[in-house]
């Protein structure tokens, strides 16, 4: 197919402010980047928009009020696999999306799936989990895409607790599959009190004093110390300026999720040399840092995600919290050295594979195959 001619519809919910949404801007963003006439059109789950991409605004303007998705080529559904539909319109019609699942054959996805030309998914973690459900049809990675220029310089607020001290930090909802509470417990075991090292925890679908309430409760499950230094919790949206200066404090980013089709905010700390630890057998093996040892287990008690996917009947990481304890000790040895200094070298060389341009071209390839 010829890129140069070719025009894409792309429906998607880039609107909601979740990072479903960011990883469907960012794909529209990679593939105007790469020169193709890209066509926005949004779907949406969430009562109010959020802000997005002024770009994507433009191109909305452009296209949408002419109603010129009647004459595209190529049709990108960006949502859940059971709201996919085929239209014979199209010379090609292809699907993406992401789970953290195992296996999502009990979900009924795969029928769909196998309805369109094409599955895009962004991590092989993903092309994994698509084969071994069920998916005939072929499946491409396509990675999510930042803009990765925009993470060197920041000058929003900062937040004076994580000055002059190391901080680990963790971006990510407050729900069951992403483990907060491994994290809290790693440190607590590792780390005293009067180190100068602190847990910082940016995190949304709770207010602050559930979420700090947690964080206590667990610190005293520990029962190893009388006292411990509390966590430094941000809870819901921030403006995306202080979100990047916050961002930019963090001197290890970890996330011990027991499932992840991606992570968007490891590669946004990735952009600023940060390097990350992780749970082994994710969809973060894009990651600059240290996998740490988990093992599959069933999925219990995620009542706060799909609920045909996230049952016992599927599986899930579990990662070793002492292992996890250990590598932050690690990372905060390392700190300040040769060792260090590299690792941030490669962790700003490597996040350049994810520029909307490089990742744009992935996708221009693809589309020039079918």
Sequence with gaps: MNTKAMKVLYIGNYKDGTGWANACAGNILALDA???????????????????????KELEEKYVSKYSNLDCDVVIQHTLPNLYCYDATYQKNIGFFDTESYDFSRT??????????EIWVPSQQNLDA????????????????????KYQNTNGQKIRELTNTFTFGFVGEFIERKNI???IQAFH?????REPVTLF?????APLETIQGYCSQVRKGLKIR???????????MMPKKDYLSVLNQIDCFVMPSRGEAFCIPALESMAMGTPAIYTDGIGMDFCVGEAVESKRVPCFGAVDTLPDIDTAATLWRE???????????????????DEELALKERCLSEAKKFDHASVGSIMKELLSDS
């Design 34 to 56: 790469a020169g193709i006439d890209v066509v926005p059109i949004p779907i949406s789950f969430e009562q109010e928009d959020s802000p997005y991409p002024q770009r994507i």
């Design 108 to 117: 009924g996805w795969h029928y769909s799936a196998n309805l369109l030309d």
């Design 130 to 149: 698509c084969v071994r459900s069920g998916v005939d049809v072929p499946v491409k990675i396509v990675p999510h895409s930042i803009d990765v220029e």
């Design 181 to 183: 509470k491994a994290l």
């Design 189 to 193: 075991i590792e780390f005293d009190p």
């Design 201 to 205: 925890i940016k995190t949304s679908k």
């Design 226 to 236: 009388k006292q411990y230094k509390e966590e430094i919790v941000v809870a819901g």
């Design 319 to 337: 990662i070793d919290v002492l292992l996890l304890s250990k590598a932050m000790r690690k990372a905060y040895n390392r700190y300040k050295t």
